[in-house]
T-cell receptor
Framework: GDSVTQMEGPVTLSEEAFLTINCTYTATGYPSLFWYVQYPGEGLQLLLKATKADDKGSNKGFEATYRKETTSFHLEKGSVQVSDSAVYFCALSPNTGNQFYFGTGTSLTVIP | DTEVTQTPKHLVMGMTNKKSLKCEQHMGHRAMYWYKQKAKKPPELMFVYSYEKLSINESVPSRFSPECPNSSLLNLHLHALQPEDSALYLC????????????FGPGTRLTVL
């Protein structure tokens, strides 16, 4: 069945460091891929998405590219800030219906 | 308005109480969802409503009873809950069930004593 495997956390980085959070998926067909962010005490916010192979999603300095050949959708940011401290979820939605498959989440802490 | 609102923000209830969670969206979305999220875990789908009809129930115990009175409103009625039901309950909506971008509310933090 469809699934998402996400990099284990927690991740601790210094401010202005480079961030990569790995996400790989298993799916039949051509799913859509998402990164959601959850700040402490809040709900999930859509960070970025990609709906087909080679699409690059980007938002707030974060980027992820839909790589069908490696079944990956890694999240990157060139220079993290303290305000980026949150839990990041990679998610997959098959191209039929609207079931979501979430990864386990990666907790990021950015220290000044 | 691109917001999903949820009330209350926090709820503490005893195992014999009856309470309700409320979710509202005014984006014209026709699919709405309830999720349960335990600490440090991803959200788990509970229910899906599509065009005000229940289309998915993920084998949720009957002490959770969803209701969709209209296309903007989604309720979750709670009765005889257990302490292990304590969690963050998230509501989400999407344009319709075939459109896969979901918008989430801030959640209700539920504590069952």
């Amino acid at each position: 069945g469809d699934s998402v495997t996400q990099m284990e956390g927690p991740v601790t980085l210094s401010e202005e460091a480079f961030l990569t959070i790995n996400c790989t998926y298993t799916a039949t067909g051509y799913p859509s891929l998402f990164w959601y962010v959850q700040y402490p005490g809040e709900g999930l916010q859509l960070l970025l998405k990609a709906t087909k192979a080679d699409d690059k999603g980007s938002n707030k300095g974060f980027e992820a590219t839909y790589r069908k050949e490696t079944t990956s959708f890694h999240l990157e940011k060139g220079s993290v800030q303290v305000s980026d401290s949150a839990v990041y979820f990679c998610a997959l939605s098959p191209n039929t219906g609207n079931q979501f498959y979430f990864g386990t989440g990666t907790s990021l802490t950015v220290i000044p | 308005d691109t917001e999903v609102t949820q009330t209350p923000k926090h709820l503490v209830m005893g195992m014999t109480n009856k309470k309700s969670l409320k979710c509202e969206q005014h984006m014209g979305h026709r699919a709405m969802y309830w999720y349960k999220q335990k600490a440090k875990k991803p959200p788990e789908l509970m229910f899906v409503y599509s065009y005000e009809k229940l289309s998915i129930n993920e084998s949720v115990p009957s002490r959770f009873s969803p209701e969709c009175p209209n296309s903007s409103l989604l309720n979750l009625h709670l009765h005889a809950l257990q302490p292990e039901d304590s969690a963050l309950y998230l509501c989400a909506s999407s344009r319709d069930y075939s459109y896969n971008e979901q918008f989430f509310g801030p959640g209700t933090r539920l504590t069952v004593l």
